[in-house]
Each structure stands twice: as structure tokens, then as C-alpha cells.
């Protein structure tokens, strides 16, 4: 126990040159990754009987198709707004955005579990995705409280929030859904709960959910949008700086023209001393110091010094971004991730609550969430303890692509496990080695690829190219349930031998994890360094010599020039 108390401390207590994580703020962000983890992920315990309740399958074998369109609902509806939510943090805000997206999934998660037929489960669901943009928000957020020092950190905490939300939250549906067939002596048939059978979960993640929007009011707070009233000033001070100088300008002109007019004979002459008259008047010009220099103020003065050509450009680059290497080669890389994880997930639950003739394990919704449970004795302290070490030590593409190479080879391995069912314990150590090596390797993979995707783009373009990123998961996570839920159907219908049978999405997924770790090998090391700008400051009053350019380094990538101290 001791021991377990000075890890901890350990991990709490900043290094030597380590900037100490935002606690308060990554409180909120965790709860938000845990809220749609959670409301994403709880009905794959109890979707598949559900939809049985409906009484739309005509077959057991065909329910998988029916599976795949409600799982894959959210993440369309989530696909068609994502970039929105992205681009809109870019311009109002990202605390308005993240406040909409909690509210948003709070109701909609309720709705869904008051759903009495297919349709409206449907219409809830498609809605929840519609309105819930927050992950992609919340990623570019937390890049913005962070640095080169303790970004690896945060972002192994948002990875293991949402590790948490996929252990919880099938486990904890598995357990609380149809509570009156698992629990007669506490609730009565013919009540409220035998009416909603899949109620409480979804009450449950929207009071989890309702939770992060109260936290999230208090504590969250905009970075980049709000001036001080030294920033303003500064800027009042600039523009009467550049007043005064091209009054100064006007004034030398008119007496350079009226000299000019007297004494047309020496024309070059005069032009020459006016010339240099004006030069001196220029500088003699009284600098206005500026306020000491951050990265908000840089941003601030920077905005209100670009002309309006230059602002409708630097929204038209952003389809430019997409063409850098690192940047759409990592965008790929998620797509391929979110592929073949959604695709495990939903496979996982329709594979095992099949028949053992069909290669299933006969599983019911307790023990499936008993078997996604049992990974977090390991998952947690790992992402605690373990990964930012490592990230730190060999960076994040290294371990991103040793992520994505286990991934690949742990997945044909689950259908193995109906060989063991006629020894239990077999069975269960068998689920959980194979369980605890696939969860560490995707939320490895998760989180490198988060910082992966932060350090490939411009700070300023991280709220657009995580919305782009989110749009382009959500994409995934919408048709690989209704493809996999299509091929896990005919895979149990076809008759064919291996490896066309039940092994044949499990390969699928294998396959394009293969395919992301192929395509990591694109991606430059420099990705795994913050991208650095630099700002050019004029040292006029401080000793040195006129005309001297300081350079401070600053983690945002922009380059402007100001009067320095």
C-alpha cells in the first residue's frame, strides 16, 4: 500500500524542468472523455437484446445488421458535425462549444433510454451524434493548456478517461439493464423499469454527463479569445505610434515638395537632404514600450494587425494544410485506428453472445461486461504509471507504430478462445491476457496519435484540423458497425470454411491495423516535437544597437514583428 502511495506521489509531484498539469481543467476534460466513451460504448452490452425486444430481426442470425445501423448512427450524425463544432471553437470559443456538447448528450442519452421501438432509438441516437462534437474540442483545448513538457502526460489522462468509459461502460449496462429479469425481488414486473428495461444505464451516463457541464461552467475558461486591459492599451499605443509617424511622414513630404518648388536647380541635391531630414525624423519618434510579451498577447496584437485580405486567405489555407504530409498521413492513421477498434468493439459483443456452433461463446450481457471490465486492473495504473514514462523516453510515433503492429496481431487471436470452452478458467485467463494486450495497445496508439496529430499543424489551425479529425472518425465509427454487423452476418450464414467463418472479421480488423501501421512509417520524426515559432522584437531602448532583432521562442507557430522593451 505504501508503495502504491509514493507512485502516486511521484506521479503528482512536478520534475525538474516538467510543467505541472492544469489539475481543474483536466478534471473536466477526463469527464468529458469519460461521458461520450460512455455513452458511446454502454450499449454494446445490451444492444444486441435490445434490438431483440424490438422484434424487427427475423432471425437471430440477422440481428447484426440491425446492430451495426444503431451503433453506426451516432457517428454519422457525429461525421456531419464534427468540423463544425471544430471550426465554430476556432471562432467563439471552445468553452461554449464543449458546454453545448455536454448538454446536448446529457438529454439525448436519456431519450435513448426511454426508447420503446427501433425508430426512435434510432432518431435519438443519429441525434445525440449531432449534437455531441466534444472530443476533437476537448483534444485542441487541452494542447492549449499544455506543453512540450507534460502534453505526453495529459494526453495519456484523456486516453485512460476514455479507457475508463470503454471498461465502465459496458460492464456497468451489462449489469444495471433489464433489472427486472436479473433483479425480481427489487423491481416488480409491469413497472417503469419493465417498460424501459434499458433505462438506468442511460440515466446514469446522463447524470455523469450533467456532472462534467456543472464542472466544465466553473472551471473551464477561454485561452486565447479575451484581452487584458494592458493588451488593449498596448495596442491604442501602437496604432498613436503609427499616427504620429506617418503625421511626421505627411509633414516632412509637404516641406520637401515647398524646398523642391525654390530651388529647381539642385533638384537631386535637395531631394537627397529632404530624404534624409525625413529618416531622422522617423526615428527621432518616441518608442512606446510594450507590456510584457506572452503567447496570448502575441496572438491578439498579431490578429489586429492583419489586414482583411490576409485573414480570408489564412481561412482559405487551411485546405492546404491537408496537403503536408504529416498532417493527412496522420489523419489517415486515425481513420484506420477508429476502423478497426469500432470494429473489434462491435464484434467483440455480436461473436460473443453467439452460439458455440457458430464459434460464439454463449455469453450474456453480465459476463460480456464483466469481460471489458477486467482489463482496467491493468489499464489504469499502465497509463498512470507507465506510458508517460516511455512516451517521454522513445516518443510518440515509436510507440504509436509498436501499438498498431500488436493491435494487428492480437485480434485473430479472440475467435481462438472457443477451442477453451469446455475449461473455464482456461476460457478466462485466455479472454483476459488477450483483453489487456488489445486494450493497452489501442488507448498506446490513441494517445500517441493525439499528440501525433496536435504536433503536425499550426497551433492556430489545431480546433479545425481536430474537428477534420473527428469528421473523419466519425466516418468510421459509422460505417464499420454496419459493415461489420453485413459481414458478421454472412460470415455466419455462408457456410464456408476458414477463413471465411466467424474468424473473418476478426482478420478484417487485423488487416487494417496492418494497413495504419504501414502507413505510420510515412510520418517524419520531427512529428514528435510541438511545432516552434519565433517573434521578432525590436531592441531600441535597452543598450544594444539600433536595428538589433531579439528572437524569443515561444510554442505557437506565428512570426511578427513589435516594439520591444
Known amino acids: 500500500m505504501d508503495r502504491i502511495k509514493n507512485w502516486i506521489e511521484k506521479w503528482r509531484k512536478p520534475k525538474d524542468g516538467i510543467t505541472p498539469l492544469p489539475k481543474k481543467v483536466l478534471f473536466v476534460i477526463a469527464i468529458i472523455y469519460i461521458c461520450e466513451s460512455f455513452s458511446q460504448t454502454m450499449l454494446y452490452a445490451f444492444v444486441v437484446f ?69 425508430p426512435m432509438a434510432l432518431a435519438s441516437r443519429f441525434l445525440q451524434g449531432l449534437l455531441n462534437g466534444n472530443i476533437g474540442v476537448a483534444r485542441t483545448y487541452l494542447s492549449e493548456v499544455t506543453d512540450s513538457t507534460n502534453q505526453g502526460k495529459g494526453m495519456s489522462v484523456t486516453s485512460l478517461s476514455w479507457g475508463l468509459g470503454l ?8 449489469v444495471l439493464c433489464q433489472p427486472v429479469l436479473k433483479y425480481p425481488h427489487l423491481f416488480s414486473e409491469g413497472g417503469f423499469f419493465d417498460q424501459f428495461p434499458y433505462s438506468i444505464p442511460c ?10 457541464f456543472v464542472s466544465g461552467y466553473f ?12 493588451e488593449k492599451k498596448y495596442i491604442q499605443l501602437k496604432e498613436m505610434q503609427t499616427e504620429t509617424q506617418d503625421e511626421s511622414e505627411e509633414k516632412n513630404i509637404s516641406e520637401d515638395e515647398q524646398s ?38 502575441i496572438l491578439i496584437i498579431e490578429d489586429e494587425q492583419k489586414p482583411k485580405e490576409e485573414k480570408e486567405q489564412e481561412r482559405v489555407s487551411l485546405l492546404s494544410l491537408l496537403k503536408q504530409t504529416d498532417i493527412y498521413t496522420s489523419l489517415l492513421c486515425y481513420l484506420f485506428l477508429v476502423i478497426c477498434v469500432v470494429l473489434y468493439l462491435e464484434m467483440f459483443t455480436l461473436w460473443a453472445t453467439s452460439s458455440i456452433t457458430d464459434g460464439g461463446l454463449n455469453f450474456k450481457s453480465d459476463q460480456i461486461g464483466f469481460a471489458l471490465t477486467s482489463i482496467g486492473f491493468v489499464l489504469v495504473p499502465y497509463q498512470l504509471f507507465v506510458f508517460p514514462n516511455i512516451e517521454r523516453k522513445i516518443g510518440s510515433l515509436r510507440l504509436f507504430r509498436v501499438a498498431m503492429f500488436c493491435q494487428a496481431i492480437v485480434f485473430p487471436c479472440f475467435p481462438l478462445l472457443n477451442n477453451f470452452l469446455s475449461n473455464k478458467y482456461a476460457l478466462w485467463i485466455g479472454l483476459f491476457i488477450a483483453n489487456i494486450f488489445r486494450a493497452s495497445s489501442t488507448t498506446t496508439a490513441y ?37 461489420g454487423g453485413l459481414v458478421f452476418s ?16 476478426f482478420l478484417m480488423a487485423s488487416t487494417i491495423s496492418g494497413i495504419g501501421w504501414i502507413l505510420s512509417l510515412r510520418l517524419s520524426k520531427r512529428i514528435d516535437s510541438i511545432k516552434h515559432g519565433y517573434v521578432e522584437v525590436e531592441n531600441k531602448d535597452l543598450g544594444g544597437d539600433n536595428g538589433e532583432i531579439e528572437e524569443i521562442e515561444f510554442e505557437k507557430q506565428s512570426k511578427i514583428s513589435t516594439v520591444g522593451e
Open 260 to 297: 523642391l518648388s525654390q530651388d529647381s536647380e539642385n533638384d537631386s541635391a535637395i531631394s537627397f537632404e529632404a530624404t534624409e531630414g525625413r529618416e531622422e525624423s522617423l526615428s527621432s519618434t518616441i518608442t512606446i514600450p510594450p507590456p510584457k510579451i506572452n503567447n496570448s498577447t
Open 167 to 174: 471498461i465502465v461502460a459496458p460492464s456497468l449496462a451489462g
Open 490 to 505: 454472412w460470415s455466419l450464414t455462408n457456410g464456408m470454411p476458414f477463413p471465411f467463418n466467424y474468424f473473418f472479421v
Open 203 to 212: 440515466f446514469l451516463s446522463g447524470a455523469l454527463t450533467l456532472i462534467g
Open 219 to 230: 472551471i473551464i475558461e477561454e485561452k486565447s479569445t479575451n484581452k487584458t486591459k494592458q
Open 447 to 483: 494517445t500517441s496519435l493525439y499528440v501525433l496529430i496536435n504536433n503536425s499543424v499550426d497551433p492556430r489551425k489545431r480546433g479545425s484540423v481536430n474537428g477534420i479529425a473527428e469528421s473523419i472518425a466519425s466516418v468510421a465509427k459509422g460505417c464499420a458497425p454496419i459493415i
Open 50 to 118: 435490445m434490438i431483440t425486444d424490438f422484434n424487427i430481426a427475423s432471425d437471430s442470425r440477422d440481428i447484426g445488421r440491425y446492430v451495426g445501423v444503431l451503433a453506426g448512427s451516432f457517428s454519422i450524425a457525429q461525421f456531419l458535425s464534427s468540423f463544425g463544432w471544430g471550426y465554430l471553437s476556432d471562432r467563439i470559443g471552445r468553452r461554449k462549444i464543449l458546454l453545448i456538447g455536454l448538454a446536448g448528450n446529457a438529454i439525448t442519452t436519456i431519450a435513448f433510454g426511454l426508447s420503446v421501438n427501433f
